[in-house]
């Protein structure tokens, strides 16, 4: 087990190393310069050469990476060039939390809704419940989440006056509740087009298990239909979804920019879009490669489960 | 190699014959059961209606005597559809039928050379990759590392960088794409190259290059091309997130992305401001992914069954 | 006079195709004997799993499937119960195996689970007893070391084993009727003599009635005590294995018998060849079957089908030719 995580986190270093040097370019090839920014229109060129010194912004490209990953890697992501003297940890960390449970809510919303209309869709092939799950996923690849978010909020805040149209209430400090009633719209929009993705795997998966020769075994030994879906085919099954829900949860994250600022949530995604109207750089990198980091990791853990739950996976 | 006697080279025109007229039967059988897959036609017919609507933006907004910039007067704001203006006109009361339509015009525009330009460039680099193993390697870590990053938020970023405009837009996405592209080209260029006929060049001494243009490329060209028009579908959904996010196109250009950001403020009083850009961008993206569906059961019966 | 357990009577089954019902199999009607084993040859294609399958009723019904006719397993009639008892019928009474161990069984599940489930399910045993139930099974088909075994997964077992542990889990509530659909085709020439050993064993032992199915007509010869010869769909002939073998009435059976290699045989003839390919099943001949491929077909026989006439040894053949000899020689 030891072996085979040390394994895998060895084979995900290469792809750690681009993503960390991709995002260091990315913001190190800025037009402008990040000295001149700081110390404003009234800065001397002596100043600007001083602070150049002192940020070591002459040195070598490779240097001034592995000083700044060096950083990354004991948290420090440097300070905001907009809010002077703020820390980019901390603000990207006071940020967190309202992407993350929304991510979490969106995605148990995505859970329950696609991996039973998935089993009923394969179950029922054909039938009603199959065609209206096509529709559905149909819709879900073509809508932006965006798109999905101003319809939710035309009908169920504009239209019927269920729920508010935006606005941010606190899992923790606000209440199970007041959550809910906030951000289920926002929720809903984020998860929908991964629903329908999901919809269609679990309901894929399903149907290759189903048809499998262990099926037809377990039927011949009297299993009943129930615990043929629930034990037997859904544990094979699982694998596949596993994955989807890891795939979901990312880009529940990623997603988040768009349906945060639709909503007015004060997350990651609205701090990262606000950071590009005030060229905060920092930010925008920090958050950048936080993302990518989760992405990385997400997808370690989900090949950890897999080797858990399949036995055909090695895992010494 | 050539020239040795004529009959070979006659049986091998005659063979050429019988298999030209194979793959043009096979074509027919192919768009026939194209036409038949009834979703890839209305896909088709969307997607040539939306490029129509692309081209002819200022033909039909002319002889309607509207056009997208220009403020109709105070009276005129957020009035609700009228016969003489189809889709109502917006908070600086401009007509929203004329930039819905001009709307068409930057999505096409930006959905096409996304597709293009990321193909060329993402079938070069897979092409590429399989010639060395050291460079297919570095290739593809740095496509790892780039699909790491999920798209859309390596699109924010990239146009954070580069400044919000519809050439870093379509620079940005381009950007983004290329690792799909080239990891498909990479598999597909991989495959052919195991095939006889390229061995056999290889044995009769045709250098690297010359096997890789003229001979694996042909055969890799189906799958990029249904690549293509999903990358399409998914550049109009960037496009439109990004100009929404006001990271992508500016205003006053009519994208629809940036409509909807105008539209979310009056949200309360203006539906239509919502509603038919919306409608539009929706349709497009799911016209290219239900005629991308089509192409590729065309191209690979077996893929999608 | 021997005791039957499995009666089946003018079975068909249909299945749903884009051309409407298509039946796969047609009128099949034979028995099987308490302790018996019997054979049901023929080639891929011509109904013997389908008409394993319907018994079990495996089939999703109604849009899929279609059965008519009549299955009575010990005076109870299968086709006329609610399709859900059917599950308390399945593993107890009737239990099957598959070609394919490794793929019938479940990858995730560990053979303990999968060998215990029957027992639990159908003899209501706590975990502790269907536990030394299930290691006594093990024992019973030969796997050595039952203990570590039960601890396993499917793909962590020798093929052979596999095929053991499927046994294992057929027979764990005794049943009265075994179907081994091809159980020894995807194994290697040592194993399958292993396991055809194993399931005569076993048929002795338990006195169950065992229904082999199977394209090796030498399997046939050294297992079956009856044989039951399949083609399109329906039994062309069928009787007991010495005289079937010795005096293969229907021009299919003499066929398909001729075509195995014979050591003692001259090794100069060629083996025999059935020529012709089967027809598809939405284009069946209007007379006998098989009268498209047959070297003796005459007019009649592609007019009208003739209908499975029994012989005065209770050999069984429907085919007109074999009749009129029958006839003529009385």
């Known amino acids: 087990m030891k ?101 979490v809510y969106s995605q148990l919303i995505t859970i329950l809704l696609a991996i039973p209309t998935g089993i009923l869709a394969a179950r029922k092939r054909g039938r009603i419940a199959d065609f209206i799950a096509s529709i559905f996923s149909l819709l879900g690849i073509s809508l932006p989440s965006f798109m999905m978010g101003l319809g939710l909020v035309l009908l169920a805040a504009v239209h019927f006056r269920w729920l508010p149209a935006a606005g941010y209430k606190d899992l923790f400090a606000d209440g199970l509740l007041p959550f809910l009633r906030y951000m289920t719209l926002p929720a809903l929009s984020l998860g929908f087009i991964h629903a329908a993705y999901m919809m269609r795997m679990t309901k894929a998966s399903m149907l290759e298990v189903l048809g499998s020769d262990y099926i037809k075994m377990a039927r011949s030994k009297g299993v009943k239909e129930r615990s043929i879906v629930g034990k037997h085919a859904f544990r094979n099954a699982l694998l596949t979804i596993i994955t989807v829900v890891g795939q979901g949860f990312i880009s529940a994250l990623a997603g988040a920019a768009v349906v945060e600022k639709l909503f007015t949530i004060p997350g990651i995604g609205t701090l990262m879009v606000d950071s590009i109207e005030k060229r905060d750089y920092q930010v925008i990198q920090a958050i950048t490669l936080l993302i990518a980091m989760l992405n990385v990791v997400i997808n370690l853990v989900i090949d950890l489960i897999y080797g858990l739950c399949d036995p055909r996976i090695r895992l010494d | 190699m050539q020239g040795h006697s004529s009959s070979p080279s006659m049986s091998r025109d005659a063979l050429r014959q019988v298999r030209r007229e194979l793959i043009r039967e096979q074509r027919m059988v ?49 009035q609700p559809p009228s016969a003489a203006h189809p889709f109502g006109t917006d908070n600086v009361n401009r007509d929203v039928f004329a930039r819905v339509l001009y709307g068409a015009r930057i999505s096409m525009t930006v959905g096409f050379l996304v597709g293009l330009l990321s193909a060329l460039i993402g079938a070069t680099v897979g092409l590429y990759a399989t010639v060395n193993p050291i460079l297919d390697n570095i290739l593809m870590r740095i496509c790892d590392g780039l699909k790491a990053i999920p798209n859309i938020l390596l699109a924010i970023t990239l146009m954070a960088v580069l400044g919000a405009n519809m050439q870093n837009v379509i620079i940005s996405l381009t950007i983004v794409s290329i690792p799909g592209v080239a990891r498909i080209a990479r598999s597909q260029a991989l495959l052919v190259r195991e095939q006889t006929y390229v061995e056999a060049m290889r044995a009769a001494g045709a250098s690297r290059f010359r096997i890789l243009w003229r001979h694996v490329m042909p055969n890799i060209l189906s799958p990029i091309i249904v690549q293509m028009t999903f990358t399409f579908a998914t550049a109009i959904i960037s496009e439109a997130s990004l100009s929404f996010l006001g990271a ?34 929706a349709l497009s993206v799911l016209g290219f992914n239900l005629f991308g569906d089509g192409l590729r059961d065309l191209i690979d019966p077996l893929s999608g069954r | ?134 290691l006594k099974m093990l024992q019973l088909v030969g796997i050595p070391a039952p203990e570590k075994r039960m601890e396993q997964y499917p793909h962590e077992l020798s093929g052979g084993m596999r095929q053991r542990v499927m046994i294992a889990i057929a027979l764990a509530c005794r049943p009265k009727l075994l179907i081994a659909d091809e159980p020894t085709t995807a194994l290697d020439v040592t194993i399958q003599a292993q396991i055809m050993d194993l399931i005569v064993d076993l048929n002795r032992q338990m006195e169950m009635g065992v229904i082999l199915i199977t394209h090796d007509l030498a399997v046939v010869a050294q297992t079956c005590q009856r044989v039951a010869v399949m083609y399109l769909g329906q039994i062309v002939e069928e009787g007991g294995v010495p005289d079937l073998f010795d005096r293969p009435l229907h021009p299919y059976t003499q066929g398909l018998l001729s075509s195995i290699p014979r050591l003692e045989g001259d090794r100069r003839e060629r083996l025999h060849v059935i020529s012709g390919t089967v027809p598809l099943l939405h284009q069946m001949p209007q007379g006998c079957r098989f009268a498209p491929r047959c070297p003796y077909a005459t007019g009649p026989c592609r007019s009208a089908m003739p209908e499975l006439t029994a012989m005065e040894n209770g050999q069984r053949v429907r085919c007109w030719r074999a009749v009129e000899k029958e006839a003529s020689h009385a």
Not at chain 1, 43 to 54: F, G, P, V
Not at chain 3, 6 to 34: C, E, H, M, P
Request: aromatic residues 10%; contains cysteine.
């Open chain 1, 3 to 103: 072996k085979y995580i040390l394994k895998r986190i060895f084979t995900l270093l290469p792809t750690v190393f681009v993503v960390s040097v991709v995002v260091f370019l990315l913001v190190h090839l800025t037009p402008g310069d990040p000295a001149a920014m700081m110390l404003g229109d009234d800065a001397t060129m002596e100043d600007i050469a001083a602070l150049h010194t002192k940020l070591g912004l002459d040195d070598p490209l490779y240097i001034q990476y592995f000083r700044w990953i060096g950083r990354c890697l004991q948290g420090d992501f440097g300070t905001s060039t907009a809010v002077i003297g703020q820390k980019v940890s901390d603000m990207v960390f006071s940020h967190f939390r309202p992407t993350l449970t929304l991510a």
């Open chain 2, 248 to 281: 992508g196109i500016p205003i006053p250009a009519p994208s629809w992305g940036g409509m909807l950001k105008e539209a979310r403020s009056y949200i309360y009083n203006g539906w239509w401001l919502v509603v038919f850009p919306a409608i539009f961008t």
């Open chain 2, 30 to 78: 192919n768009i026939r059961r194209f036409l038949h897959n009834g979703l890839s036609v209305v896909g088709l017919v969307i997607v040539l209606l939306m490029l129509l609507t692309a081209l002819f933006a200022p033909l039909i907004t002319g002889a309607l005597g509207v056009d997208p910039y220009t403020s109709l007067g105070r009276e005129m704001r957020l």
């Open chain 3, 1 to 134: 006079m021997k005791e039957t357990i499995l009666q089946v009577n003018g079975l068909s089954t249909s299945f749903k195709t884009d051309r409407g019902w298509l039946k796969a199999i047609d009128g099949v009607t034979f028995q099987v004997y308490r302790g018996e084993i019997l054979g049901i040859v023929g080639e891929s294609g011509c109904g013997k799993s389908v008409t394993s399958q319907s018994i079990m009723r495996l089939y999703e019904e109604k849009r899929v499937a279609r059965y008519t006719g009549e299955i009575i397993l010990n005076g109870k009639s299968l086709l006329s119960i609610p399709y859900r008892q059917m599950q308390h019928i399945r593993g107890s009474e009737i239990s099957m195996i598959f070609q394919d161990a490794l793929s019938s069984l479940n990858p995730v599940l560990k053979i303990s689970d999968q060998l215990m489930e029957p027992l639990r399910i159908h003899q209501r045993l706590k975990r502790a007893e269907a536990w030394q139930q299930a």
